[in-house]
């Protein structure tokens, strides 16, 4: 009988693994919100429709909207998504994927082309990361003198030191977090970012997170407690 009640026991606790596993594939997993009490998404035209008034009562306090690519990609849906976020009282922020093979100005005029001001805005944010981007080959101080000249023309129309977001990767190739002292927003999938030059005031925890109102999967953030 002991064998059988530990044979039950550990199939139970299986079980229960096999669940909490199932849940985190299907984006029911997220960060405590005792702990990180001030949590959202981010999110670009791969969304599609959004269904923002749906999204305050599932924990959404803030988003980072997709607004630019480049030097002249403006992302589809950012004027749509820019007032839904805002008529739903979440709290809005735009960003731009910076492309390592392009002038830091001439991307830099795009963001501000499209990006209205806010005051009550979220600071404005630049995402850097190797997937999808064009080059891995360009020297540190390439990047980061063409990176300056974009965080000068951003920082001064928006008045804000700006969000730089970051993968290990970039961060370790580039050394963003070093010689730009910003806030910085960390991709660390599960577990709490351990790398940068300082500690994150953003958290990219998950890219598998499910909402209703939002199609298919969306990144899940949270911010420094």
Known sequence: MTARRNWVVLTSLALVAVSSAAVARDGGWHPSERRYPYQGVDVSHHQGHIAWAKLPRQGVDFAYIKATEGADHVDRRFSINWRAAHRAGIHRGAYHFFRLCGSGRAQAANFVRTVPFDAAALPPAIDLEFPGNCSRSLSQAKVQGELGDFLRIVEARYGKPAV?????????????????HRP???????SEPSFGARSWSIWQASYTRRLHGVRGHVDWNVAAP
């Open 184 to 190: 910085l927003w960390l991709r660390s999938i599960r």
């Open 164 to 180: 730089l977001y970051l993968t290990r990767r970039f961060d370790k190739r580039y050394r963003i977090s070093t010689a730009f």
